[in-house]
């Protein structure tokens, strides 16, 4: 069988979500880079055909092209029986994982993401860090609130989840817009242990082949 092949841009959060849950289920894939900032390749017709939506990530696995980090997420845990588990069994957990999950990456992610500049929106560099501050501030304070309850060494309890998957990410994000996540004591402890797990050290913006070399 084919080997999965993953398309992806260095600093993406979506990318990096889809790019850990291969690691941790132990999936080995072809990467392939696409550059949305400089070059903006997601906008090329031959990318244009592998995802209409025109964004990062792609996923070509099992003969079938997926789309859209959560659903690729979703996936996964679905058909990579016998893999790390990414949802736990019980169903209240199950609910606190996807309710965090989607806080992030529809509450939080869209609304600092850089394409509002490129289609126009928000263009004044200060206007938009200020935008995003404002919903990347708003969204961690909610989940803050969320993981003092749910939270043990990770985002709902001791073990890897969906959520933690989106959650390193975000903060990646954050502190690249110069946000103060120390006001956020739970999410910096959890992303303190998560940093230091292979799956996620391994897969970081840092490591890609796409990341740009540091002046």
Known sequence: MAK??????????????????LHLKDIDYELRTVDIVKKRQQFD????????????????????????SMNILYYLEETQLGTYPLIPEDRLLRARVREISEMIVTG???????GLKQIGMLSDEKDFLKFARHWIKKGLTAVEAHTKFTAGDFC??????????????QIFN??????????YPTLERICSKIERQPAFFLTHPETQPDCPPRA
């Open 108 to 114: 939080v992610q869209p609304l600092q993401n850089i």
């Open 174 to 183: 954050a502190k690249k817009y110069q946000v103060d996540v120390s006001e």
């Open 156 to 169: 709902v309890g001791n073990d890897i989840t969906m959520a933690d998957c989106c959650l390193l990410p």
């Open 45 to 68: 017709e031959e990318f244009r055909r592998i995802n209409p939506m025109q964004k990062v990530p792609a996923l070509i696995i099992d003969g079938n092209t997926l789309v859209e």
């Open 4 to 21: 999965p092949i993953l398309y992806s841009f260095w600093r993406s959060s979506c990318s990096w979500r889809v790019r850990i849950a």
